[in-house]
């Protein structure tokens, strides 16, 4: 290493070690091999190169070679000096070992940048990168189904409301009676926003994006939290409370105020879902209304380590407060290739006519090489799981409202989507006709997937700082090699 320790003979041979032959020590030299390789490789190679260490105390000196089964070439993410090269030229540490693309102590960062620069793999995106380990959610690949803590959310959407889901999120479990009623009663008495939060919407520009207004307003919350520098669990799990009840009443108040109407205040008798279209409204709409919206909550409520997720987790791991980290998730929830394609999705079946043009329509953008928004998933490459149940409930919105128009057109352009790209909707085609369906104006749809989304990125904020390290990846440089600054007079 960088003071000239022989690490893997340490770890591995017992007759190298300075002080003599001995046994292996396990917690010894696994402390030391994780803290002098932190950042250089990733825990699953440590994990491998460890296990086979472990078992080298029987080898006898020369056997090292084993070492080269290990790490595979390519594995070291970083060059340093003094660690360990792959480089298939001799260098100051002397020649290759016998075995193929085999590692060898002591080379000089050229020789390791060099030849580490042909074997890393860039993935942009962090496509196919596992970064942590999560129990909140996952998209079990033998059902194609997104589950929350194991449960399918098809399931939590029909025997479940966003409520318990909100609590089993938070919590692991669903809550029984006694601890929905509890987790129930916590949120409705934090719903009302203070003067001060007041007095800055009203000062807003009318012609904000709500999604704008929603992620100021929460930074502004967490600058009146009296528990903001407080990053212990019950004190997050706290502040996460108050803001998942405060977000739809400072969602509504700055909707309204741009229109140039009073904010209204929450009314704690009614669910959470009702109360949101109370606030934006004045009243409540139809119980089949109200489930469609519950259902449109569920299932936006947390799908993985989407990217606004993992911006959250990225300022989370910082040991930065909660309000900072869902500030985080929503400006990049904000993004069109994220949240925001619901409202994408509503403009473009705006664009077209009636359902008798869709496909002219459609076609005429595959001729331009347009985008079509609402298709297409990282995760799913078989069809979203989450659509069939938001388009069953889209589809009743248009009978309860008696206009089919969107969904019938959405139903052109899915059929030939299909057949013409084999690519299938995403969750934000059905659910953006469906918002619309319920009223909402077309720049609300992503500050009402905030307000479901705030579960989720709390769960990962709790998991995060659970067992936290700070998130910091690398970069492979391609830029200019180091050189002097050229004088002023002379560029």
């Known amino acids: 290493m960088k003071d000239g320790t022989n690490l893997v003979d340490e770890l591995g041979v017992a007759n190298a070690h300075p002080r003599g032959a001995r046994p292996f020590a396990r917690e010894e030299y696994i402390h030391k091999f994780r803290t002098l390789t932190d950042g250089i490789i990733t825990a699953r190679e440590s994990n491998r190169f460890l296990e086979v260490v472990q078992n080298l105390a029987r080898l006898k000196a020369g056997e090292l070679g084993a070492l080269h089964v290990a790490l595979p070439k390519g594995a070291l993410l970083e060059a340093k000096p003094g660690i ?18 085999g590692f060898k102590l002591h080379c000089t960062r050229t020789h390791m940048r060099n030849a580490m620069a042909e074997q890393i793999e860039v993935r942009k995106g962090l496509v196919g990168v596992y970064a942590d380990e999560s129990s909140v959610s996952k998209v079990m690949p033998e059902t194609n189904s997104l589950t929350y803590r194991g449960y399918a959310v098809q399931d939590l959407c029909e025997e479940t409301s966003f409520d318990e889901v909100a609590y089993l999120l938070w919590h692991g479990e669903l809550p029984n009676a006694a601890e929905l009623a509890a987790f129930q009663a916590e ?9 001060a939060l007041l007095r800055v919407l009203r000062d807003f520009p009318k012609d ?13 919350m967490g600058m009146e ?13 706290r502040k996460a409370m108050r803001i998942f009840a405060k977000a739809p009443t400072a969602v509504a108040a700055a909707h309204r105020l741009s229109k140039g109407v009073e904010p209204i205040a929450p009314d704690p008798s009614l669910s959470f879902c009702e109360n949101f279209f109370h606030l934006v409204f004045g009243k409540v709409p139809a119980k089949e209304v109200i489930k469609a919206f519950d259902v449109s909550m569920i299932l936006y409520a947390e799908h993985t380590f989407n990217a606004s997720t993992f911006a959250a987790r990225v300022v989370t791991s910082t040991m930065a407060d909660i309000h900072g980290a869902i500030v985080g998730g929503i400006a990049a929830l904000k993004g069109p290739l994220h949240g925001g394609a619901n409202e994408a999705v509503m403009h473009m079946l705006k664009e077209i006519p009636s359902p008798e043009v869709a496909e002219a329509w459609l076609r005429d953008r595959f001729d331009h090489k347009a985008l079509v928004m609402g298709f297409g998933h990282r995760v799913y490459k078989n069809g979203d799981s989450r659509v069939p149940t938001m388009k069953k409930y889209a589809e009743v919105m248009a009978e309860v409202v008696g206009d089919k128009r969107w969904m019938n057109t959405s139903a052109v352009l899915a059929r030939v989507m ?6 299938h909707p995403n969750l934000d085609f059905p659910a953006g006709p469906a918002y619309f369906l319920m009223g909402f104006d077309i720049p609300m749809f992503t500050p009402v997937f905030v307000c479901s989304r705030i579960t989720g990125w709390a769960a990962h904020v709790f998991e995060q700082s659970a067992d936290n390290r700070l998130i910091r990846p690398l970069s492979l440089y391609n830029g200019a090699e180091q050189r002097p600054v050229t004088a002023m007079s002379a560029r």
């Open 225 to 237: 939290d009296p528990e903001t520098a407080d990053i212990s669990d019950a004190a997050q799990r």
């Open 187 to 195: 949120e409705r008495a934090n719903r009302e926003l203070s003067p």
């Open 418 to 423: 299909l057949a013409e790209k084999n690519i």
């Open 84 to 101: 360990f090269c792959t480089c298939s030229n001799a260098c100051r540490a002397g020649p290759m070992d016998s075995a193929a693309g």
């Open 208 to 220: 904000a994006h709500p999604m704008d207004a929603i992620r100021t307003a929460i930074s502004f």
